[in-house]
């Protein structure tokens, strides 16, 4: 059975960093993602990354500011949160799934191709 733990979050002024860790037991990943849901809104997706080769994707909003990486052998996935604004205030969770998507598949920005998930992470940017 899979677990992913995240781990990372925090408060942050508007123009700060964080970096987001998730670790990953029982099982290795094909691909990770990472999600978050602000306060009201859907749960909407930021990043992803295929597990063998690092394939990358990223939202709009997040590209340019935001780093996916992995750690094969630690098998942990990290989200390198730069320029954070008040509006990526969020909870951020961690998704696996055992499948190996390609960053032009657009199904890996849905949270349906997701099997497993974390219980998130809390972060909040003050302007």
């Known amino acids: 059975q899979v677990q992913l733990v995240e781990s990372g979050g925090g408060l942050v002024q508007a123009g700060g960093s964080l970096r987001l860790s998730c670790a990953v037991s029982?099982?290795?990943?094909?691909?990770a993602g990472w999600f978050r849901q602000a306060p009201g809104k859907e749960r909407e997706f930021v990043s992803s990354?295929?597990?063998?080769?690092?394939?990358?994707r990223y939202a709009d909003s997040v590209k340019g500011r935001f780093t996916i990486s992995r750690d094969r052998a630690k098998k942990t996935v990290h989200l390198q949160m730069n320029s954070l604004k008040p509006e990526d205030t969020a909870v951020y969770y961690c998704?696996?799934?055992?499948?190996?998507?390609?960053?032009?598949?657009?199904?890996?920005?849905?949270?349906?191709?997701?099997?497993?998930w974390g219980r998130g992470t809390q972060v909040t940017v003050s302007s």
């Open positions: 998704a696996t799934t055992p499948r190996s998507y390609n960053s032009g598949n657009s199904y890996i920005r849905d949270q349906l191709a997701y099997d497993n």
């Open positions: 029982g099982g290795t990943p094909g691909t």
């Open positions: 990354i295929r597990w063998f080769d690092g394939n990358t």
